[in-house]
T-cell receptor, first 115, second 112 residues
Framework: DVKVTQSSRYLVKRTGEKVFLECVQDMDHENMFWYRQDPGLGLRLIYFSYDVKMKEKGDIPEGYSVSREKKERFSLILESASTNQTSMYLC??????????????FGSGTRLTVV | EDQVTQSPEALRLQEGESSSLNCSYTVSGLRGLFWYRQDPGKGPEFLFTLYSAGEEKEKERLKATLTKKESFLHITAPKPEDSATYLCAVYLSGGSNYKLTFGKGTLLTVNP
């Protein structure tokens, strides 16, 4: 069964800390995505990557950066965590084939609390 | 301006009471519409993909349909285990590298 694995289910970090969220997929997917999900706001795209070392900003990139050194791994970095970054973070991956989108496979999510 | 709108925001049903969830989109150039199910504290789980108006997909008690303006997720004789948030997402022509745009979801509660 294909999988997207997020390294932590729950994290508690202090304001100002540098935070790394890791995501690994075993499906050889080209595309990987980071979303955050908040009540009433739905899923919002932070960053995505369509190839190794390639990245594009999503809708809310401020305060975040990403790294994709290997095809299977996509990391989200909070440079200096703030309380308004408390959220559920979801990683997803997808296969790329011409103009057809086959949809995402999501990880289980990381619930991050910044105190 | 929302491109994808789901309604209702929340729906409470009795077990066995069939109903439908709606996903409408206000953009042209739809290349695909996706339905996901999300349980509390978990990531969304893929249900269906629809690519063209008139297309229908079924899985157990769920049936998804697509028109040129909206999609419906019909739930027939639901059970309590169908309780979840249901998300729809669209893929648009000219979209950047397979980005999906999500609606805010419908929270479905099925009471025994």
């Amino acid at each position: 069964d294909v999988k997207v694995t997020q390294s932590s289910r729950y994290l508690v970090k202090r304001t100002g800390e540098k935070v790394f969220l890791e995501c690994v997929q075993d499906m050889d997917h080209e595309n990987m995505f980071w979303y955050r999900q908040d009540p009433g706001l739905g899923l919002r795209l932070i960053y995505f990557s369509y190839d190794v070392k390639m990245k594009e900003k999503g809708d809310i990139p401020e305060g975040y950066s990403v790294s994709r050194e290997k095809k299977e791994r996509f990391s989200l970095i909070l440079e200096s965590a703030s309380t308004n970054q408390t959220s559920m973070y979801l990683c997803a991956s997808s296969f790329r084939s011409g103009n057809i989108n086959y949809g995402y496979t999501f990880g289980s999510g990381t619930r991050l609390t910044v105190v | 301006e929302d491109q994808v709108t789901q309604s209702p925001e929340a729906l409470r049903l009795q077990e066995g009471e069939s109903s439908s969830l709606n996903c409408s989109y206000t953009v042209s150039g739809l290349r695909g519409l996706f339905w996901y199910r999300q349980d509390p504290g978990k990531g969304p789980e893929f249900l269906f993909t629809l690519y063209s108006a008139g297309e229908e997909k079924e899985k157990e008690r769920l049936k998804a349909t697509l028109t040129k303006k909206e999609s419906f997720l019909h739930i027939t004789a639901p059970k309590p285990e169908d309780s979840a948030t249901y998300l729809c997402a669209v893929y648009l022509s000219g979209g950047s590298n397979y980005k999906l745009t999500f609606g805010k979801g419908t929270l479905l509660t099925v009471n025994p």
